[in-house]
């Protein structure tokens, strides 16, 4: 699958908080709702700017803080197709591809707001199309590979009822 | 090959011998959800198909997170909780019973040697008895609660050597801040952290509780330490399951060891808006302050109370502030009424409210105005954390937010206390 966009740019250590505040997330299961304040407390307009298809572009330790899942849903129901970090925090990691949100370790530091990107995910290839530039990828974990290939955990434990890695 | 806390943990859990780096699914001895994060669970779990859990007398629910319910919105997700555990038979604790961290071990729903996942970041506190824990999502907890197991990537262990012990006044608040401010917020990323050494043994459970708590804002995946004979004193009465406890091996692996020696340690503030942006007390001092908020799964046990009640025994509360006590289960609550010291709090001039993580998390009761300061004994100061992204939080321990809600201004408790 390729993905295109365009960048939005954060700096590091951006925690769920920030993703989506937790005065909005008890209230509601209506993702739809949740993605209207998606980043808001950093951007106010983020939501109103971003189009379909458009990408997180953050520092290190993208997600940290909460377990909230309600973090990497309120970013895929804004319609953004993926994030890339220099390095993400462990539950936010686990979540986004539990949740199907394609995230993606890589040297993030040369992309700028605007830059168009695309990013090829099965090859694992990051590309600047505005600089030019192809970005390496860190390669998923197997397991989570596998999870991504069912479409999230919850398909995963459609199919199989189980944990199923074999 | 020697092991630490975490490969032996996951060794006991997964039926073969594992170590840092190696991916395994392991058996949970418990899973816990609250109500920002169970309702979606529940989703999750029906959309798998889930019919069962593995074991209902192995699953909790708390409604903690925003209790009691201030909104319609939120009375709707608490309703979805309370009928699916009646339905699947699971543990409910409903509003007034406490913050999930604090009545997990004190209910004795978790004992030495334990694996468990929690749908709350903060679940590495129970580290501090010798229990691997650790957060997850909802989808996770979901699938833990179907089948009783999760997949982990087994962590490596960063060494906290704490020596000598902490003088008066400074609490092992100070610690895990100045600890998180000297390694930032990512420094134990996919890690475990073990605390060892004097400075830890000399410590009450609570005390310890406290620093396996803030373990995540270092990004660390669990925060241990050792059984000994207080675990041993605190466990007992409180729970019906035998305790297996885990210690490191001396030859076992180690990312990295640092080394602390308490007797040097101070007050330590987190300024706005990172934790681990770490100062000693004194580059804040006498920082005029609007609100004051004592609680939480931090610091909201019986200790913190006494701490701050022994402060303000016969004073009053600056006039130029409010100070919000949240007591962290309905056991604190009753053991600090049975010992005076919520006599002492409210009489001094505190509000207390329901035991619960509201102000903490921005849901409700204390929410600050624009421009406003925080003093809080909280584990986070994200900007807008506590409802309002234009007030500003700094976290300190009990004591120092008491001698502070005495001045209206950040004060040093040693100040106070000497």
Known sequence: MLLKGKAFVFGNDINTDYIISGKYKFKTLDMNELARHVMEDLDPNFYEKVKEGDMIVAGSNFGCGSSREQAPLAIKHAKISCVLASSFARIFYRNSINTGLPVIECDTSQIEAEDELEVDLQKGIVFNKTKSMEIPVTPLPDVMIKILRDGGLIQHFQKFGDFNFD | ?418
């Open chain 2, 1 to 418: 090959m020697g092991k630490t806390i975490s490969e032996k943990i996951f060794s006991q859990h997964c039926g073969e011998d594992v170590y840092a780096g190696d991916l395994v699914i392991a058996r949970l001895d418990f899973v816990m959800g609250q109500d920002g994060t169970a309702p979606l669970a529940i989703n999750s779990f029906n959309e798998m198909g889930g019919k069962t859990l593995f074991d209902p007398s192995k699953v909790a629910f708390v409604i903690d997170h925003s209790a009691p319910s201030p909104l319609e919105g939120v009375s709707a997700l608490h309703k979805l909780m309370r009928e699916f555990s009646h339905e699947k038979k699971l543990l409910l604790y409903d509003i007034g019973d406490g913050v999930c961290h604090q009545l997990v071990p004190e209910q004795g729903h978790v004992v030495p040697g334990d694996l468990v996942v929690g749908a709350d970041s903060h679940t590495c506190t129970y580290g501090a008895i010798n229990v691997f824990s650790t957060g997850v999502g909802s989808t996770d907890l979901a699938a833990a609660m179907i089948s009783g197991k999760l997949w982990f990537k087994v962590p490596e262990t960063i060494q906290f050597r704490c020596e000598g012990t902490l003088q008066p006044g400074v609490s092992s608040k100070d610690l895990i801040l100045r600890i998180i401010g000297d390694i930032s917020a990512d420094g134990a990323t996919y890690m475990a952290a073990e605390f060892t050494g004097e400075g830890i043994t000399r410590m009450e459970i609570e005390e310890r509780f406290t620093i396996a708590n803030m373990a995540i804002e270092m990004g660390a995946k669990a925060g241990l330490m050792e059984y000994d004979e207080k675990v041993e004193a605190w466990l007992s009465g409180r729970t019906q399951k035998t305790p297996r406890p885990v210690a490191a091996d001396p030859d076992a692996r180690y990312h990295e060891i640092k080394t602390y020696d308490l007797r040097q340690l101070e007050p330590q503030v987190a300024c706005p808006h990172t934790v681990d942006n770490i100062s000693p007390l004194q580059e804040v001092e006498n920082l005029p302050i609007q609100q004051a908020f004592l609680g939480t799964c931090t610091n909201g046990r019986l200790l913190d109370l006494e701490v701050a009640a022994k402060i303000l025994s016969g004073k009053k509360i600056s006039r130029d502030l409010r100070f919000i006590v949240a007591p962290a289960s309905r056991d604190v609550y009753l053991e600090a009424m049975n010992r005076g010291i919520i006599q002492t709090l409210v009489e001094a001039g505190a509000a207390v409210v329901t035991p619960g993580c509201g102000p903490c998390v921005g849901t409700h009761n204390g929410v600050p105005s624009d421009g406003e300061v925080v003093l809080s004994t909280a584990n986070r100061n994200f900007k807008g954390r506590m409802g309002n992204s234009k007030a500003f939080i700094y976290l300190a321990s009990p004591a120092t937010v008491a001698a502070s809600v005495l001045t209206g201004k950040i004060t040093d408790p040693r100040s106070i206390l000497s």
